[in-house]
């Protein structure tokens, strides 16, 4: 299930995001990441997209110098558009490269990867790109992500809930500790169908909540970005 807004863009309280050229749309999952994820000074948004994480994040810490990375070249061209009629401009910048070639370090890392494993391919090459974990494998992601961290960083990920035994294990192979954790379910009598995963280099006390779409809680969590 993937929660999307299809139309050619999508208008936030501060921003605007055009969608046209990108083979995934602005989604709850990216607003709901960019909502929560941990920030810092130096910020890397892997598989930006249309920008939309990136963006929300130099929003809500104006400190913060963001970078997003993709290896779409229309996206990456359509994020760079994004950013520069965005109040933000002078603090995100877009690129056009695989995060096996990002180099620097980072005190936050954002993703919301591809998450499809052993389903079948979609006929778009670009959609298929964006959405099945061949792309970006959660072992290349969990490696590099281990790499680029700060000593005190933060790596956060949304992921459906199928696929994150899969990650974690990635992320237990890499030594990255699993801090964080918020359960996304539909209403409250429903599993959780995603989560919000956060990993650091170093344990702490794993902090774990839910979320309902829609309740009081979430509405709290996006509003500085939904009209």
């Not at 913060?64 to 009629?85: L, T």
């Not at 344990?203 to 509003?223: A, F, K």
Request: aromatic letters at 8%.
């Amino acid at each position: 299930m993937q929660w999307c807004m299809a139309n050619d863009y999508f208008r936030f309280k501060q921003f605007t995001v055009s969608q046209s050229m990108c083979a995934m749309k602005v989604g709850t999952d990216g607003t709901l990441l960019g909502a929560w994820a941990h920030g810092g000074r130096r910020v890397l948004d892997i598989g930006t997209g249309t920008g939309l994480i990136a963006l929300m994040m130099a929003q809500r810490f104006p400190e913060a110098s963001v970078v997003g990375i993709d290896i779409d070249g229309d996206a990456v061209c359509q994020a760079r558009q994004n950013a520069a009629r965005s109040p933000f401009a002078g603090r995100v910048c877009i690129a056009l490269c695989d995060v096996a070639c990002c180099l620097g370090s980072y005190d936050c890392l954002v993703c919301n990867p591809p998450y499809f494993v052993d389903s079948l391919a979609s006929p778009d090459a670009r959609r298929t790109m964006a959405r099945h974990a061949g792309s970006l494998t959660y072992a290349t992601l969990m490696r590099h992500a281990c790499r680029l961290l700060t000593d005190d960083g933060q790596l956060s990920l949304v992921i459906p809930f199928d696929c994150r035994q899969h990650l974690e294990t990635e992320a237990v192979l890499c030594g990255l500790f699993k801090t964080r954790e918020c359960a996304v379910r539909t209403t409250p009598a429903k599993m959780a169908r995603r989560y919000l995963l956060a990993f650091r280099k170093h344990p702490l006390p794993l902090e774990r909540t839910e979320l309902v779409i829609g309740s009081d809680d979430y509405q709290q969590l996006v509003n500085d970005f939904y009209l």
